[in-house]
């Protein structure tokens, strides 16, 4: 989950239903505690409304059988076939009638018909006022049994009705509330990679939008000085590109004046002086060979569209081979290819065949003497796979990447004694990138260089 939107939209979910389940077991238990109470209430004076009906039918028949036989000692004697309180008949003074009365009861007895009701246990007595017969009046008086927890108490922890189809509508709604508020807030992260990413890819014009009412929010503030950082990048790449293009355009008139010169000094000068001017022939190739690169890295850079055509790719893999392998021969190095017949792409001819010709012409410089460079042209798929291998030094593993970077060179191996101009890679990485295809460059476990060159099937 590397994603920020994806952590953003986690965390904020699980915080809302994780929030809203504690709130809901905080506000349920609170509520819960006085609807327990006045269960409990409301269950205890059942109780004792079962218990004064049970006292009263008690006191009646014991008002009874004492006025008829003198004792109740039936109706007492009838309670011990009955779960339930002991019950005894007192008359309407508090003394007791029926036999064994315990003092507690007697004493509370006693106080509840004095009207003391401070005693602890009066509060548990409960007394029902009885007429016998005679009109004479009783009281028949127990000490009810601890009242037993009300049926189907309520539970915390169980659950009411509908709890869970209220959870489910919390946790959509939740979801979604989330889901937006995580998007809109990664919603300026995202142009801000986008843009990123087209100006890796060399859009210098890549920018971000700022929106000017959001100024002090710390993303929007990113876009601007974003922007601000890509419009100095492109200001400056911009510069460079146009001082080296018109560098090289200045020099192509004095070069051609020496070249000029070069001739009649040939004419006029003695045998003895034949070195120097070849050396400074040689020397002025070189540099119009390098002109004539930096003009071509120029038009490249600029992304001029170039004129495209169907072209035979192995025809053309065939004719920069032969070219190098005439060349290389004078080094007693050699050039082998191999090409699948039928492969054809659309671009530009002259700048493939140069590109080309570069990356077999680096390699058959670096490749031992007595070896060859081996290019083998086939097809994969909707592409077309050209490599093309040395049996040189290779290339540190962390400069792999870098040899395709103008005037970038190699250490030791691939110094300027090599007596190149350190452009010829890079003029065939943009020449690849503007036809659609890719190159790459690593190093073999047998030894020796490998360049990949993939393009797109015309």
Request: hydrophobic content about 40%; some cysteine; charged content about 25%.
């Amino acid at each position: 989950m590397r994603s920020i939107f994806a952590k953003l939209f986690i965390w904020f979910w699980l915080s809302t239903v994780f929030s809203g389940l504690v709130f809901f077991v905080i506000a349920f238990n609170l509520r819960l505690s006085p609807l327990r109470d006045e269960r409990k209430r409301h269950f205890a004076a059942q109780h004792q409304q079962v218990l004064g009906q049970a006292l009263a039918i008690y006191g009646s028949t014991a008002a009874l059988l004492t006025e008829k036989q003198g004792s109740p000692a039936e109706a007492d004697a009838d309670q011990g076939r009955v779960a339930g309180p002991r019950a005894y008949l007192f008359a309407a003074d508090g003394t007791p009638i029926s036999r064994g009365v315990p003092p507690r009861i007697a004493t509370a007895v006693r106080e509840h018909v004095a009207g003391k009701q401070e005693r602890p246990d009066d509060r548990d007595l409960v007394a029902v006022t009885v007429q016998g017969p005679s009109g004479k009046r009783y009281l028949a008086a127990a000490l009810p049994r601890p009242v037993p927890p009300p049926p189907h108490e309520l539970n915390p922890l169980r659950p009411p009705p509908l709890f869970w189809l209220q959870m489910a509508i919390t946790f959509v709604v939740s979801g979604l509330v989330c889901y937006f508020l995580s998007w809109c807030i990664a919603a300026p992260l995202r142009r801000l990679r986008a843009a990123t990413r087209r100006l890796a890819d060399g859009d210098l014009s890549s920018r971000v939008t700022v929106i000017p009412r959001q100024a002090g929010y710390e993303i929007n503030d990113l876009g601007r000085d974003f922007n601000l950082m890509a419009a100095r990048m492109e200001k400056l790449v911009l510069a460079h590109k146009q001082l080296v293009r018109d560098a090289s355009h200045e020099l192509r008139s004095p070069l051609a004046r020496l070249n000029v010169a070069l001739g009649i000094a040939r004419k006029e000068s003695p045998p003895s002086a034949t070195k120097a001017l070849d050396r400074i022939e040689y020397e002025s190739d070189r540099l119009n060979l390098l002109i004539t690169e930096l003009l071509t890295l120029s038009k490249l850079d600029e992304g001029s569209e170039l004129d495209r055509s169907d072209l035979d790719l192995a025809e053309l893999v065939e004719e920069v081979a032969r070219d190098a392998e005439f060349e290389a021969c004078a080094s007693d190095r050699h050039v082998q290819w191999s090409a699948t017949r039928g492969i054809t792409v659309h671009g530009n001819r002259d700048f493939l065949s140069r590109a080309l010709e570069n990356v077999v012409r680096n390699a058959v410089k670096y490749t031992a003497e007595g070896t060859a460079v081996e290019i083998v042209l086939e097809r994969e798929e909707a592409t077309a796979l050209l490599r093309v291998r040395d049996h040189g030094p290779g290339v540190p593993e962390e400069q792999l990447a870098d040899i395709f970077r103008p005037f970038y060179r190699v250490a030791e191996a691939r110094d300027r004694k090599s007596g190149g101009t350190g452009i010829g890679l890079a003029i065939a990485e943009k020449t690849v990138t503007l036809h659609g295809g890719s190159i790459a460059a690593r190093n073999l476990p047998q030894g020796g260089l490998e360049v990949e060159i993939r393009l797109s099937l015309g």
